[in-house]
């Protein structure tokens, strides 16, 4: 039998060599893994200089969405406030302060000290702390009176995120070279030599190097776009040949965010259409509505400068991203609510009620308050 080739070095992959890589990377939710594309070292070549940084863009929406993977957990992200102040922030998970905080502002002839704790051990640790500086300090009468408490936050939180070219280009580079070859078609003849340009960039110092930008790969947002997907939050890849040019094109959104388009060459007597989608919440499959003849229609170019996408598209998608993370944020704080009040054996009386709408209440007023403060 003949051995399959590596699409990225030409290798025989065998048994022993193969490996079953993401065509969209795992972290960010994707779950299409064939095997017979790439050997392990390839695969790792790729993630290591093409994934690498689009994956670190594009994982805060993963944290904040609280987005379905089929391994592995997604790490917190670190969010400022307004003094800034580092938060853990995680979907489904109680907000955490990123590191303790020690601060000591001079008040008359006094010295106030404040301290932020994660824990009690961490608590007693800082006060050791103020002691050495102020001997009058009594760390254990203060840890009688100290207790782990929670509050809603009074300003909104900050993170910025990178969604431009040379973070996003390279990656979806890849992962149409490797959609392609899933579906028995043409890589870009290009595929290989373009991996060797770009340097390895595992570490997030690397995402400010400027990188070659991959070939035939461009902005494709059509005025009427051609692809319509159910609601929600997907990634979606599809697949059109035009035999008569002798070319395809594959057209990636990920997370919604403005597609991005790379033509490949194609050699079939008969057009190849397909699609692949996948909700990010769920992690279940999707089907799209795919206009392969308008597709074919519009100009395979970029329809619109770099800069304008990032000015003009990517903020109302970002701001799609976060209303979806704000109301799975709100529903899972109400269940939080309800359990903590009803416990493991519910009683639904009036006063539960009670306790129930008086939390609640709280929680939309600390949450209307901090949007008329960004007024």
């Known amino acids: 039998m003949e051995l399959k080739k590596c699409i990225l070095t030409g290798e025989d992959i065998t048994a022993a060599n ?24 390839a695969n790792t070549t790729l993630n290591d200089r093409l994934d690498a940084p689009m994956v670190r863009a594009l994982t805060p929406f993963m944290a904040l969405l609280g987005g379905s993977r089929d391994g592995g957990t997604t790490a917190p992200i670190e969010m400022t406030d307004a ?34 704790a994660r ?40 993170h910025q995120v990178e969604l431009g070219p040379n973070r996003l280009f390279p990656g979806t580079f890849g992962i149409a070279n490797l959609y392609a070859a899933h579906l028995g078609q043409p890589t870009h003849p290009d ?3 373009y991996v060797e340009t770009v340097p390895p960039r595992t570490g997030a110092t690397s995402d400010h190097i400027s990188v070659p930008m991959p070939p035939d790969t461009f902005y494709w947002i059509p005025g009427q776009l051609p692809v319509v997907a159910p609601a929600g939050i997907h990634h979606q890849l599809v697949y059109v040949s035009d035999r008569a040019n002798r070319r395809a094109l594959v057209y990636v959104s990920l997370f ?16 190849v259409e397909a699609h692949y989608a ?59 609510i309800i359990t903590e009040e009803l416990g493991d054996a519910p009683v639904i009386d009036a006063a539960a009620i ?3 709408s008086t939390r609640v209440a709280h ?7 901090t949007r008329h403060r960004q007024r």
């Open 83 to 116: 003094d800034g102040v580092a938060y853990r922030v995680s979907a489904g998970k109680p907000m955490t302060l990123a590191r303790p905080g020690y601060d000591e502002t001079p008040l008359g002839e006094g010295t106030r000290v404040e301290i932020r």
């Open 278 to 336: 996948v909700d990010i919440l769920s992690g279940e499959p999707l089907t799209l509505a795919v206009d392969a003849p308008s597709i074919r229609a519009i100009p395979w170019k970029s329809s619109h400068e770099d800069t304008r996408v990032y000015i003009d598209l990517v903020p109302a998608a970002v701001g799609r991203i976060l209303e979806v993370a704000v109301k799975k944020s709100q529903d899972l704080e109400l269940e939080r």
């Open 363 to 369: 929680m939309l007023a600390a949450q209307i308050l």
């Open 354 to 356: 009670g306790r129930i």
């Open 18 to 41: 193969d490996s079953r890589g993401h065509v969209i990377p795992s972290s960010l939710g994707g779950r299409l893994k064939p095997k017979g594309l790439v050997t392990k070292e």
């Open 256 to 271: 919604n965010l403005p597609a991005i388009a790379v033509t490949l060459p194609f050699n079939g007597n008969q057009d």
């Open 191 to 193: 595929f290989k030599s």
């Open 119 to 158: 824990t009690m051990p961490e608590a007693r640790h800082l006060l050791q702390r103020a002691k050495s500086a102020f001997p009058q300090v009594d760390v254990d009468a203060a840890m009688n009176h100290a207790k782990m408490g929670s509050r809603y936050l009074q300003d909104m939180l900050r």
